[in-house]
């Protein structure tokens, strides 16, 4: 399976402190995706970084990408009761939009 | 612009049955992507349609299929229907630019399927 693999599986923490959640995967991506999901309802795309980039931000969201370890990793700054969700990388290894989605990481922002 | 809108949010089936799920991307968006969703497996990617074909397979057996018409909405449908079928079906569209450019994604809320 070329399933990517995250890191924590879940995460708990107060209002104000950040968050930091990994993604590895297995092989050599095109790009590679965050998405947050509430309580089993559809994806929001919250960044996209190319694999030739290194780091990319989104407000208070900051993606980093290392090809030559296969991770990524997503930080959320100053973190929100309303950030409480699941979030999934989502990587691509040939054309088209066939995505491999991670297995989540379960974001809990207590206020 | 309206959201990915997917038709209907729940359904109930017996086993054997088959079922039909229809997705409506974003105004403009070609390609349509969809995944199952199971606690167990995770998301998984189940085929993508760009301007009518299917350009993209995931591993799923023969009973699930689909098509997209030609105002690049689409059908899925599943046959047969097992117990292990359960599981949150959700529609993707992207604008796709161009075939090497990097797309996101639009999800629909999900088609929430029971299988008794």
């Known amino acids: 399976s070329q399933q990517g693999e995250e890191d924590p599986q879940a995460l708990s923490i107060q209002e104000g402190e950040n968050a930091t959640m990994n993604c590895s995967y297995k092989t050599s991506i095109n790009n590679l995706q965050w998405y947050r999901q509430n309580s089993g309802r559809g994806l929001v795309h919250l960044i996209l970084?190319?694999?030739?980039?290194r780091e990319k931000h989104s407000g208070r969201l900051r993606v980093t990408l290392d090809t030559s370890k296969k991770s990524s990793s997503l930080l959320i700054t100053a973190s929100r009761a309303a950030d409480t969700a699941s979030y999934f990388c989502a990587t691509d290894y040939n054309t088209g939009n066939q995505f491999y989605f991670g297995t989540g990481t379960s974001l809990t922002v207590i206020p | 612009k309206a959201g990915v809108t997917q038709t209907p949010r729940y359904l109930i089936k017996t086993r054997g049955q088959q079922v039909t799920l229809s997705c409506s991307p974003i105004s403009g968006h070609r390609s349509v992507s969809w995944y199952q969703q199971t606690p167990g497996q995770g998301l998984q990617f189940l085929f993508e349609?760009?301007?009518?074909?299917?350009?993209n397979k995931g591993n799923f057996p023969g009973r699930f299929s689909g098509r997209q018409f030609s105002n690049s909405r689409s059908e899925m449908n599943v046959s047969t229907l097992e117990l292990g079928d359960s599981a949150l079906y959700l529609c993707?569209?992207?604008?796709?630019?161009?075939?090497?450019?990097?797309?996101?994604?639009?999800f629909g809320p999900g088609t929430r399927l029971t299988v008794l």
């Open positions: 349609y760009f301007s009518e074909t299917q350009r």
């Open positions: 993707a569209s992207s604008f796709q630019a161009g075939r090497d450019l990097p797309n996101e994604q639009f």
């Open positions: 970084i190319r694999s030739n980039e």
